[in-house]
């Protein structure tokens, strides 16, 4: 066999090795959900049984997914849309029009994102208390914003500084004012990167289990609350836990995967020039 | 003498005033709606933190009130809990880094690598990115680590060896494992799109140079990697400070204070305990330990990215 | 008409000068280039006169009105960039026609001029490619497409060709200059190369650290040079430079003596010059000839034979390096020893401070212009 094909079949191996490890715990997940209650917990673990819907049938009796895989959407993608409007302007002007705080700014909006959220849950309960934004859509979009607003910042800042100075001097000399140099040239040159923000920002609304938590009960809860509800009095029915929680992944996965070529050559932060 | 005292204006020049940028492009109003919404976000709840640090405050007996000064501080700061918290919350974000790094680094290397049904690999192995941490540490604890019907239970028992009890007797490490299982997809993405960015004629002139495998790794690959690592210890450490979703899930912090960071210790104080005051101090403190983190670590790192 | 006149131009970043203070004319019509080594400031120059960096100091008057505030839409001027800064998401007739679309020109008279544009850049076929499908010289010819369908007053081009190979880069010098004469428009022309300045240029101006060294035509630069640094930069390959005293002065010639021992009578005013002053002696390695009773004797280090011309680089007795040109025919190897005879009136002085001592006379195409001739209107 030719040195370089053997090398190849061994590089096969060990990458499907890693990547099969790396992705067994979900793909147990989603193969408990199809067990009986008996064989799940079942010693030792079956790997050859026959497949069942049940768990998929009672969980739909017992909540409805659709309910919170709405809001889940409907909070994450309005959360991204609202945080990226605020952004692109801001983004805008540190990328291109630097000034000495510039960086300092930047700083200071990440570090915002240190703060453990815990350490303010009490302020920020008693002011969705006051205001009527307890169990809302909105307030749980208002609170994702702000929650990605600097990484949103961050990520578009990098992909304008990789935007030519030229193309857009070349706008500004063919009479372009700055909102169309914006909406007609930087946009539309920028639009890989601004997708891939948007995504990063779609996946961690989407997973955000703490606000959501605490912020929501029923009317706007995401799917993160539906999970909780049915992993702490269930906590040892594992199929059907198993079962909701792949219904609860599986949008955000599908979603992940179709569009991870985006993702793989936009998930940069200015890492790679 | 008098001449002195006046500066005329160099005759025969005419100057504009002031420096502003020749685009007119005022950038407050554009950069002014995140910095005000972002610094409100962030000063309103810390002003309110910090006023209900001051404060005698508790959620189940309204007889306890009134001005505390710094009582609530010193209780905690005497308070072993405390740094164990703290210690706990280092401990917890520099392993995670350190295995996050290393393997995202070696996973990255052969991910770059061209072999059979490499894209389908690659899709497997950045998903533990899309499951939610809630997600993630159920399906760690009760269908891996569970020391009865947990399937590395199963694993050493099939070896002959007693089951481990993951969560009781290694309760951080344990945490430790899933949220680095978690956020290892995130350093392999972005160490991968870094290595493919290496210039191939620098490889290849290594390799005229007599580099192997080895030598090609530490000598071009590595320092061709910095940029990159550098971001996702930024970005990690950011999120890695306040992990709290696998914590509550899996050992509620416990036994004892054994897995408590400093997120889930404010928990514990404000929602266990209903000690608002004393959450608030803590929450305090954790601000300033983040920003201590801010400066130190990210300052330096995000400086040379932002470059 | 379309003159432009720069009084006392001054740019700072920060407490950095950057330029340092130039007055120039160029005239309506006129190819002028900016040449200089990089970090010389002629983009900033240019982008200066563009719009696009702001005017620290003095005046930029376009047909006499001040600009220096004007957008630079609204100066009447078009650009094209050195990277040709085409807009990637838009086709060739797009990008053609982005500035009068922003200007609110209707469709069909947008067209009709994209049409037109295309013709004379012969881009007709490529209309509907994006730009990453074009080559390089096509995506040359898109830039200048922009510039032309605005019909500028003047037109701007920040080293226009650097991105070009060799061949592509002379047939696109030629194409310039039928265009310069086909739309009788001035231009602004930046390069570091100085072959481009003296194909193109009507006048070049020689900047050097902010400062303009000296302006002036092709030929004027290359025979008068002002100093040492014009004399260096002009002319391929570069000037020879020979120290050398002064032994004597009349009035028809000042003689030197070189370090060899040789004497010449350079035709120059001595001006301030005295009797054992220490000059330089500039000579060209194309006036420089090979022959038996030469002033400089020396051994051939490398021979570059060009077919129709050959360089010798040559080591003086003294150890100084010369490079002479001579005919391709020569059968002179390495290592063989040479005496060179130099034309004393191709020879130029350079005074202590490095400036040019006038020569006596004045070289009759140096005031040659190549303005285009005026086509009937």
Redo the contacts between chains.
């Keep these: 066999m030719h040195p370089k094909t053997r090398e190849r079949l061994v590089l096969t191996v060990v990458g499907w090795l890693a990547a099969g490890l790396i992705f067994f715990p979900i793909f147990w997940m989603i193969l408990t959900s199809f067990k009986t209650e008996v064989e799940a917990v079942a010693t030792p673990p079956q790997l050859f049984f026959t497949p069942t819907l049940e768990n998929y049938i009672t969980v739909r009796e017992r909540a409805d997914y659709v309910h919170f895989a709405i809001n889940s959407i409907v909070i994450s993608v309005g959360a991204t849309l609202l945080a990226t409007l605020i952004a692109v302007p801001a983004a805008y002007a540190m990328a291109f029009f630097p000034g000495k705080r510039t960086k300092d700014l930047l700083l200071w909006m990440l570090s915002t994102k240190m703060m453990p959220a815990v350490g303010v849950l009490i302020p920020i309960y008693l002011l969705f208390r006051d205001t009527g934004a307890i169990d809302t859509r909105w307030g749980l979009i208002v609170v994702y914003t702000l929650m990605n607003l600097p990484i949103v910042v961050w990520m578009l800042y990098t992909f304008f500084k990789e935007v030519p100075k030229d193309i857009l001097e070349a706008g500004r000399m063919d009479g372009a004012k700055p909102k169309q140099e914006v909406w007609m040239l930087l946009l539309p040159l920028s639009l890989p990167g601004i997708a891939s923000t948007a995504l990063l920002s779609i996946i961690l609304c989407w997973n955000e289990a703490f606000w959501s938590l605490n912020l929501t009960t029923s009317e706007a809860a995401p799917l993160t609350t539906f999970i909780a509800s049915f992993s702490a009095p269930e906590g040892l029915f594992w199929a059907k836990l198993s079962a909701a929680s792949t219904i609860a992944i599986a949008p955000i996965l599908v979603f992940g995967w179709m569009s991870q070529r985006q993702l793989v050559r936009g998930l940069t932060f200015g890492a790679v020039k | 003498m008098a001449s002195t005292t006046t500066a005329a204006p160099?005759p025969?020049?005419?100057?504009?005033v002031g420096g502003?940028?020749?685009?007119?492009?005022k950038?407050l109003?554009?950069?002014a709606?995140?910095?005000v919404?972002?610094f409100l976000?962030?000063i309103?709840?810390?002003a309110?933190?910090l006023w209900?640090s001051f404060q005698y405050y508790n959620l189940l007996d309204p007889t306890v009130g009134g001005f505390a000064g710094f009582e609530n501080y010193t209780f905690l700061l005497t308070d072993p809990s405390l740094w164990t918290a703290m210690i706990n919350t280092i401990f917890l974000v520099f392993w995670v880094l350190v295995i996050t790094v290393g393997l995202g680094t070696l996973?990255a290397v052969?991910?770059d690598?061209?072999?059979?049904?490499?894209s389908i690999?690659?899709?497997?192995?950045?998903?533990?990115?899309?499951?939610?941490?809630?997600?993630?540490a159920?399906?760690?604890k009760?269908?891996?680590m569970h020391p009865v019907?947990g399937?590395f239970a199963?694993f050493t028992r099939?070896l002959g060896l007693p089951a481990i009890d993951f969560f009781g007797s290694f309760p951080l490490t344990s945490v430790i494992i899933i949220v680095a299982?978690q956020w290892?997809?995130?350093a392999l993405?972005?160490l991968?799109?870094?290595i493919q960015?290496l210039d191939s004629e620098q490889k290849e002139a290594a390799r005229m140079d007599g580099a192997g495998p080895f030598s090609m790794f530490f000598f071009i690959i590595l320092p061709h990697l910095g940029?990159?690592i550098?971001?996702?210890i930024?970005?990690e450490?950011?999120?890695l400070?306040?992990v709290?979703?696998e914590i509550y899930?899996t050992t509620s912090g416990g036994p004892g204070l054994a897995s408590t960071n400093?997120?889930?210790l404010?928990?514990l104080r404000?929602l266990r305990e209903y000690d608002?005051g004393g959450?608030?101090a803590?929450?305090?403190i954790?601000?300033i330990l983040?920003?201590i983190?801010?400066v130190f670590l990210?300052?330096s790192i995000?400086?040379n990215?932002?470059d | 008409m379309s003159t432009i006149v720069l009084k006392g131009i001054q740019k700072n970043y920060g407490a950095v000068q950057v330029i340092k203070g130039i007055d120039l004319s160029i005239d309506d019509r006129e190819f002028c280039v900016f040449v200089g080594p990089s970090g010389c400031g002629k983009s900033t120059l240019l982008r200066m006169i563009a719009g696009l960096e702001e005017i620290t100091a003095g005046d930029l008057m376009i047909d006499g009105q001040r600009i220096n505030d004007v957008p630079p839409s609204e100066r009447g001027l078009a650009m094209v960039f050195q990277s040709y800064a085409l807009y990637p998401h838009m086709s060739v007739a797009d990008n053609m026609g982005f500035s009068l679309r922003l200007a609110g020109v209707p469709k069909e008279e947008r067209r009709a001029k994209v049409a037109e544009a295309a013709r004379i850049l012969h881009l007709d076929n490529l209309l509907d490619r994006k730009p990453k499908e074009l080559s390089g010289g096509q995506r040359q010819r898109v830039a200048i497409g922009r510039a032309i369908v605005r019909k500028p007053k003047v037109f701007l081009f920040d080293e226009p060709l650097s991105n070009l190979d060799a061949s592509l880069r002379v047939q696109m010098r030629i194409e310039l200059a039928r265009l310069h004469d086909e739309l009788a428009a001035t231009m602004i022309y930046v390069t570091h190369d100085q072959i481009e300045a003296m194909t193109m240029a009507d006048k070049i101006v020689v900047l050097q650290s902010g400062i303009v060294e000296q302006a002036g035509t092709p030929l004027e630069l290359y025979h008068h040079p002002r100093n040492q640094f014009v004399a260096g930069f002009i002319g391929s390959p570069k000037m020879n430079f020979l120290p050398a005293k002064v032994t004597a002065v009349t009035d028809t010639a000042t003689t030197i003596a070189l370090p060899s021992g040789a004497s010449l009578d350079i035709p120059v005013r001595a001006g301030g010059q005295k009797v054992g002053y220490a000059v330089t002696l500039g000579v060209r390695p194309e006036h420089m000839r090979l022959a038996g009773e030469g002033e400089l004797l020396g051994e051939v280090m490398v021979v570059e034979r060009l077919g129709g011309e050959t360089f010798l680089y040559t080591q003086l007795n003294d150890g100084t390096m010369l490079i002479v040109q001579a005919d391709g025919e020569i059968p002179t190897g390495v290592h063989e020893r040479i005496s060179i005879k130099l034309d004393p009136a191709a020879c130029h002085l350079f005074d202590g401070e490095g400036l040019a001592i006038e020569r006596m006379e004045r070289h009759p195409l140096a005031n040659l212009r190549r303005l285009p001739t005026r086509k009937a209107s």
């Design positions: 160099v025969g020049t005419s100057t504009t502003r940028s020749q685009r007119n492009v950038t109003p554009l950069v709606p995140s910095v919404i972002l976000w962030m309103v709840p810390l309110m933190t209900f996973l052969l991910f690598q061209d072999f059979y049904g490499r690999a690659r899709l497997l192995a950045i998903a533990p990115f899309f499951v939610m941490p809630t997600v993630s159920l399906v760690w009760n269908m891996l019907n399937l199963f099939s299982w290892l997809p995130f993405l972005i991968l799109t870094a960015s940029r990159a550098s971001v996702v930024m970005i450490t950011i999120f400070l306040s709290f979703a899930v400093l997120a889930f404010i928990y404000a608002v959450a608030s803590a929450g305090v954790a601000v983040a920003n983190v801010a990210v300052r995000a400086k990215i932002a």
